[in-house]
């Protein structure tokens, strides 16, 4: 009992209200880093968008009910303590509020902040499916969700001036403030989001613009989380990678396995000059043969997108 007394003096020590992201880190220093390392990991062409998802992912945490969640003093686990649903709906809010509004961007920022806690989610289950005169329907399963959303805003006006004064450091406070002020910006925010659903279509880049404001927001969230120095992103060549294959496995050593090795590399290098702009390739190979190969690849593509912002998205599984 008297370790439980402790954190809650902590928390409320002076007249301040204090936030916690994690039992150890306070959640401005948490929200301040994320926002930080995301312009430092994400593709420069989206930091705007990193930035926001940064500052918003985590909005969520500043209910009370999130708080007696992460020091152990909820009494069963309540909807109202989990925060990736709210905190998405916030960074919709100020895509919007920003003028970023255009397109399919706030349903990705939307998704990427829903799903930072999970896999990616299936977004049309956290969005009306019904609407009238901008009202949500009461026979639509969301209806039930925004009851919850709701009174997490409430919860979060009883800290208003904290919270505000937290998110103006952050360069937030003024999207903060017309959030928290417009009644029903929750319910707006869900509408205008499902709205968007069918621009998807005519998107083609949109799976892979998701896919790397996801991963900014991951990378970045957890190694903020884990307390250790962003680490320097360091490439090695395709030159230096090859002349390292070539003196592991040089024509002395070969073998069955080499032999594979060399072949695989050859056929993906012919292939992919034969079919060069097409946009996905797909390539197949044992464990161990994949770096380099996937390098070689990169190396035969680099022509292509020589002074462009286009990057490279490499799943290895």
């Known amino acids: 009992m008297n370790h439980i007394n ?42 705007e968008i990193n930035e926001i998802v940064a500052c918003g992912h985590d909005f969520g945490k500043y209910t009370t009910y999130f708080q007696d969640r992460l020091f152990k003093r909820e009494k069963g686990e309540k909807p109202e303590g989990n925060h990736a649903h709210i905190s998405a709906v916030f960074t919709a809010y100020v895509m919007f509020n920003r003028g970023m509004g255009k397109g399919v961007l706030p349903l990705i920022a939307y998704n990427a902040v829903l799903s930072h806690h999970s896999r990616v989610k299936n977004f049309e289950k956290y969005l009306p499916m019904s609407y009238h005169e901008n009202k949500i329907n009461k026979s639509d399963d969301m209806y039930w969700k925004l009851q919850i959303l709701n009174k997490q805003k409430q919860n979060i006006k009883e800290n208003y001036t904290d919270i505000y004064n937290e998110y103006k450091s952050l360069g937030f406070g003024e999207d903060f403030k017309a ?52 680490f320097e992103q360091k490439f090695v060549g395709y030159s230096e990678l090859n002349k390292i294959r070539e003196d592991e496995f040089s024509d002395k050593e070969k073998n069955e396995i080499n032999n594979m090795r060399n072949s695989i590399l050859k056929r993906v290098q012919e292939n992919i000059s034969k079919n060069y702009n097409k946009e996905v390739f797909s390539i197949i190979a044992p464990t161990g043969e994949r770096v380099i190969i996937v390098m070689g690849a990169v190396n035969v593509m680099k022509p292509r997108v020589s002074g462009t912002l286009n990057k490279y998205i490499l799943c290895i599984a």
């Open 6 to 47: 402790l954190k809650i003096y902590y928390l409320c020590e002076g007249d301040n209200m204090e936030f916690y992201s994690h039992p150890d880190m306070k959640l401005i220093v948490h929200l301040s880093q994320v926002k930080e390392y995301s312009l430092i990991y994400g593709n420069k062409e989206y930091s």
């Open 179 to 230: 959030f928290m002020d417009d009644e029903d910006s929750i319910e707006k925010t869900l509408i205008l989001l499902r709205k968007k659903i069918l621009l998807l279509y005519d998107e083609k880049d949109a799976y892979w613009i998701h896919q790397q404001i996801f991963s900014t927001l991951i990378a970045s969230d957890k190694v903020s989380a884990s307390k250790v120095k962003p």
